[in-house]
Structure formats: C-alpha cells, structure tokens
C-alpha cells in the first residue's frame, strides 16, 4: 500500500492559529501509537521519576523502556496527566484513538510549557531518533506514532514543531498506509515552508501574503520560465534572497511585482515550483548576513561591477568576464538612432555633441552631453535609464554601448539588457547548457559568496 496523507495541520504555536490545513482535520481518528510516550514521559517528569535516559527512549521510541515507566507509574497517575492534556489514555495502546486537534493541543502544551526532559527528548528525536529526516533545512522537535494494529491498515502520526529550541511553527501529520517516520517527512516539510513569515506582495489592488517558496516559485516562472533548470535554480536562490533580504522596505509591502524589484506570477508551473524545492530556504550570503542578489537579461560578454553603479552597495558585487555564455540572447546587439530633440526629452538638453567614457568590462561609466550651454556628464547606467524611461527598454537596452553623432542624429550600438550588476540571465541559461549546476552558476556571477539555509 502506498502511504497517503490523511490529514495535515500546521498552526502558530503560540496563538493556536491555524496556518494551513488538508484533509477531514476533525473526523480523521487512529491509534496514537508511540505519541501516547509523551504523556507518559510527562507524567513521569510531574512525578519527578525522570531519569537520564528518558530524552534518548523518547528519541528513540524505546517501547521497553516506556512500558517498564508505565506500571511503574501507574495507570491512574498517568490517566491525570492524559486528561489535563486533552489525549487518551489506557494500558492498551492499540485500543485508543486520536483524532488531529487533540495532538494539535498536545504539541501547543508541550512547546509552550512542557518538562524540559520530554522537550530535550523531542528535540533529540529530530536530531537523531525517529524523527531524524536527511537534509531537513530547520530543527525539528517532535514524535512520531506509528499504529500496526491490522484493523485500518498502517497508520502514522507525526507531531512537532520548530525551531526545536523556540517554538513558533506546529505541525501535525496523519498518514495513511506510512509510518510515523514518513509522516515526520511531510510534518518538516511543512514547517520548512511555514515557518519563514510570507512575503507581503504590492499587487494592482492589494497586497497578497505567500509564502516565501510560493513566492519564489512565482518569481522563477515570471523571469525564467523556459531556462534549464540549473538556470532556475540558481534564479530561485537569488529570488529567494532578494525577497528577504528587501523585507519591509517597500512601505506596507516587501516587494512589487514590476522589474523594480522582481517579476511575479502567481500559480507557477511544475518545473518553477521544482526549482524553488530544490533549493528550498537556500540564500546567497556574506558574512552571515544576506548578500545583493541582483540580475538581469543579459551583459554582452562581461557584467558590471556594482561600485559604479550603487557605490553603496555592500559587498560590491564585482565586474565578471561571461564569455561566450550569453551569446544566444535575443539582446547579445542593439541599435538605436535617436534624434537630438527625443534625447533633449530624456536628458533635458538637446546634445550637440555625445562621448562616453568606458569602465570595466565594457559598460559605460561617464557619459559627457555638450550642448548650447555647455556640458552635462551623467553616469552610464544613469543615462539608460533617462533614455530608456523615453523612448522604451526594448530600444535602448544597456549601458554598455558606443556612440556616434551624424548631423542631429546619434547612432548608439550597444550589446546586453539591462543594470549589467550580477548574474546574466542569458549567461547563465548558456551556463547550464553547458553542464554548469546552479551552484557553479552562482559562483560565477557571485565570487566569494556563499549559499546557506535562511534561518528563521
Ligand atoms: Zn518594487
Ligand atoms: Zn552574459
């Protein structure tokens, strides 16, 4: 038989709040299985008969152990523990049934207010016992009941919560045809996803909360729907590590959906919503801390450094040599004819004369205007973004681009779009045709900065 969710409740610790919810949460009941070893161990910790192998039995899931703890404390001390804490209790496990919102206040109890050797024990399961899942991204305390009575089939339970020593996120998981270790799988999973606060997007008529992998998930699909995956990958990243790292800095909301911060669309297809799990709570960082994590269309053969760009951005991202990498791009070349009188729109004098001044990597860094009343210099990315707010970001696309005048016309050949700061979208897209994993593409375009698990 394969293992199906029965039910699933992830909810605010402290609050009791629901955050999410699948299945019939009220109806759903089974065996409680080894869950039932946390009344018992907390019944042995108010007894003050706890001793130093409690935490590793309960991790463990020691059945002897507990049994021997159970006659020695006696059905009726127990019973008292069992009722206070809303679960049910008899000598026969195999008889008992319990349904979700019972184990939902058996966890709010626990997290909130629980013997700290049923806590440790708790936390020791995640860390090692039979709770212990590969690769989880958070700390994880919990216990796991599994029910092999024949009468329904396998049945599992998972409850916890996290982070292990501060609880703010609970989950409980009932799993048809799984074991409680199965059911922990799906349980930190979900606490992965819940326990990262949502991010607040601007949309036309108001501002939407998802969740941080959803939101990620959106971003990849808007910006890189039909990219390799290792290019969505290494997007989702920096999607990622934007989001959070922007968090609260656009008035009410975190983020806006335009190409001022990122691209959004809402319900992603299934290879965005595989790169934003594949590389889930995964952030770019420096020092501990989250790093810029800008990008664009594409730089022509070599990025910008951030210094001339956003002097105060910390750490400046360097100017990186992208090859032959970015070649496919629609945007490698572009031309613009303009005439003197739709630049003195953008600039606000009309140019008689235009020469620029050429910085690493080939990007603009100084542009000099004269004119009737002598001279504007303005920086390189600072003159697209005049010129191209006129006459359109498809038509002048970089500031990495030559200049030459013909009577009252300028003739701009340029390569890439867009900023030019930190990884070429197209770059990396040739990237990971080329083998490259998202890791390589990221180490790129990013020297020197590292991926790490976001910490809530
Ligand atoms: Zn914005
Ligand atoms: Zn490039």
Redesign the pocket.
């Given at each position: 038989m394969i293992a199906s969710l029965a039910v699933l409740v992830v909810f605010d610790v402290a609050s009791g709040a629901t955050l999410h919810r699948e299945g019939p949460v009220e109806s759903y009941e089974a065996a409680p299985g080894s869950t039932i070893k946390l009344v018992i161990a907390t019944a042995a910790a108010e007894a003050g008969r706890v001793d130093s192998s409690l935490p590793r039995a309960l991790a463990t899931s020691d059945n002897r152990y507990f049994k021997r703890l159970e006659s020695a404390l006696g059905e009726p001390a127990i019973q008292r523990v069992a009722r206070r804490l809303g679960m049910p209790y008899g000598t026969d496990w195999t008889r008992l049934r319990v349904r979700a919102p019972a184990l939902v206040e058996l966890v709010r109890q626990l997290a909130l207010a629980g013997p700290a050797p049923v806590r440790e024990g708790m936390r020791e399961c995640g860390e090692y016992g039979t709770c212990h899942v590969d690769a989880a991204r958070v700390e994880v305390a919990g216990k796991t009941g599994t029910d092999l009575t024949p009468r329904e089939g396998l049945q599992g339970w998972f409850v916890g919560w996290a982070p292990a020593e501060r609880p703010r996120v609970g989950v409980v998981v009932g799993l048809r045809g799984g074991r409680g270790a199965s059911a922990a799988r799906t349980g930190t999973t979900a606490l992965e996803r819940f326990l990262l606060p949502g991010v607040r997007v601007q949309l036309a008529d108001r501002i939407a909360v998802v969740p941080v992998e959803d939101y990620v998930a959106g971003v990849v699909e808007a910006e890189a729907r039909d990219a390799p995956g290792e290019a969505q990958k290494a997007l989702a990243v920096l999607a990622r590590t934007f989001a959070l790292r922007e968090r609260g800095r656009h008035g009410t909301a975190d983020v806006c959906p335009r190409t001022h911060c990122q691209a959004f669309r809402d319900r992603p297809g299934a290879a965005a919503q595989l790169a934003a799990r594949e590389t889930r709570l995964e952030v770019l960082t420096h020092a501990d801390t989250l790093s810029p994590a800008h990008y664009f269309s594409?730089?022509?053969?070599h990025?910008a450094g951030s210094e001339a760009i956003w002097p105060e951005l910390r750490p400046a991202l360097p100017d990186v040599d992208?090859g032959e990498?970015?070649r496919a791009s629609p945007h490698l070349r572009w031309q613009a004819v303009l005439e003197d009188r739709q630049l003195e729109q953008a600039l606000g004098v009309r140019p008689t004369g235009i020469t620029v001044e050429t910085g690493p990597g080939g990007w603009v860094a100084r542009v000099h205007v004269q004119h009737a009343g002598g001279e504007r210099i303005l920086g390189g990315e600072e003159f697209h973004l005049l010129v191209a707010r006129k006459v359109g970001w498809s038509a002048f696309k970089s500031a990495r681009f030559t200049v030459a005048a013909a009577g009252t016309r300028f003739l701009f050949r340029g390569t890439?779009m867009g900023h030019g700061v930190g990884l070429?979208q197209?770059?990396a897209r040739g990237r990971a045709e080329a083998g490259a994993s998202y890791r390589d593409i990221l180490a790129a375009y990013f020297p020197g900065l590292s991926i790490t698990h976001a910490r809530p």
């Open positions: 594409t730089c022509g053969g990025t992208d990498f970015c890439g070429c197209w770059g």
